[in-house]
């Protein structure tokens, strides 16, 4: 007996319910897009190296084009139509507006989501790659230029923006806790 090759998820995006039939194989990224017609979140490679598709789940940074979509039923999804509230920008937003954090804005959507993540997993005390101490008693590392550079290296830039990108991730940083939480909740502790 063969097994069924679709199923009827419902999703949690932007804090409204949608359920719809997806075939298994359906990415975050094309229901997002294809079927629910959230285009802000954009296909960049489709392999999870350029960071275009960034959405936040449960407040996490994910690359949709690798998450299945019935892998994300029940969890909260945060695309970048759901980072403002009504007119008011979150603050990355508005950093990224105020210091030309864009040239093109393909990639925009997702250095957005992925700024966030990154502003909840520093709040979070989560160290990088860049961070010189990193044992828990030595608290989150300062957010300097090179720190934020290397917890935004997944999300490529092709026009090459990334000077005001890190100046709009450090003027979030600069307008205080509101940066860090408004898309959904803190980030978890990553898993074991």
């Not at 094309?30 to 296909?43: I, S, V």
Request: charged share 20%.
């Amino acid at each position: 007996m063969a097994l069924p090759t679709s199923s009827v998820i419902t999703l949690h995006i932007n804090g409204e319910r949608h359920t719809l039939p997806v075939d298994h194989r359906t990415t975050l990224l094309d229901a997002l897009r294809e079927r629910l017609d959230l285009t802000g979140t954009k296909k960049g490679c489709d392999q999870g190296q350029c960071g275009a598709c960034t959405v936040l789940v449960d407040g996490r940074r994910t690359v949709a084009c690798l998450q299945l979509a019935v892998a994300a039923e029940g969890r909260e999804v945060t695309t970048i139509e759901g980072v403002a509230e009504g007119d008011r920008l979150h603050p990355v937003q508005q950093a990224f507006l105020d210091l030309d954090g864009y040239q093109c804005g393909y990639c925009t959507p997702g250095q957005i989501c992925s700024a966030i993540g990154v502003l909840a997993e520093h709040a979070a005390g989560w160290p990088s790659a860049a961070s010189a101490d990193v044992r828990p008693a030595a608290g989150p590392p300062p957010l300097t230029p090179d720190e934020i550079r290397e917890r935004m290296s997944g999300n490529l830039c092709r026009c090459a923006a990334y000077p005001s990108i890190v100046e709009a991730v450090t003027r979030a940083v600069e307008s205080g806790p509101a940066a860090r939480t408004e898309a959904g909740p803190e980030a978890k502790e990553p898993a074991a």
